[in-house]
C-alpha cells in the first residue's frame, strides 16, 4: 500500500475522488493516484495525489485531457485538487447518471466511463444506503 495512501483518503473522506464511490462498501483501499503523471512530471505532493476506485484509476491512467463529446475539444480533465466537483459534475437522479456540467466535467465522465451500466448500478444501491455522493 502506498505510505501516503491514510493521508490521502482521509483527506478525500475514502471516496473516489472522480467518480465519488464510497471507499467502505468495497472489500479492498482504493489507489492513490498521480493527477499529473510522474511520467509528465508529477510528484509524490499532497497537492498532486488523489483518491481513485480501480475503474476511475484504469481509465484515466496517465491521461490529463480528455475529449468534450459535446464540442470534440481536447480540454484538462478534472484535477481533484484544483476543481471543485460540484462545479463539474451532477447526478441525474432519476437515472443515476452523471452529467458532466462543463467541459472538463463532460470529458470526464466520458473518459471515465461513469455512465456505465455496472456505475450507474451501483450509483442507485449507494444512493438508497444514503452513500452518494
Given amino acids: 500500500m502506498n505510505p501516503l495512501y491514510p493521508?490521502?483518503?482521509?483527506?478525500?473522506?475514502?471516496r473516489c475522488e472522480y467518480c465519488h464511490a464510497p471507499e467502505p462498501v468495497f472489500?479492498?483501499?482504493?489507489?492513490?493516484e498521480h493527477i499529473v503523471p510522474v511520467a509528465s512530471g508529477g510528484g509524490n505532493e499532497g497537492d498532486n495525489l488523489a483518491l481513485a476506485c480501480r475503474s476511475c484509476n484504469a481509465f484515466k491512467s496517465a491521461r490529463r485531457t480528455g475529449t468534450d463529446p459535446d464540442t470534440g475539444a481536447t480540454v484538462p480533465l478534472f484535477h481533484a485538487?484544483?476543481?471543485t466537483w460540484e462545479e463539474h459534475f451532477a447526478v441525474n437522479p432519476e437515472t443515476n447518471a452523471m452529467v458532466g456540467r462543463t467541459p472538463t466535467?463532460?470529458?470526464?465522465?466520458?473518459?471515465?466511463?461513469?455512465?456505465?451500466p455496472a456505475q450507474q448500478l451501483a450509483r442507485r444501491q449507494w444512493r438508497r444506503l444514503d452513500l452518494f455522493p
Fill in 7 to 14: 493521508e490521502v483518503a482521509r483527506r478525500a473522506d475514502h
Fill in 81 to 83: 485538487r484544483r476543481d
Fill in 105 to 116: 466535467g463532460r470529458a470526464t465522465v466520458s473518459l471515465l466511463q461513469l455512465n456505465s
Fill in 27 to 32: 472489500n479492498f483501499a482504493f489507489e492513490v
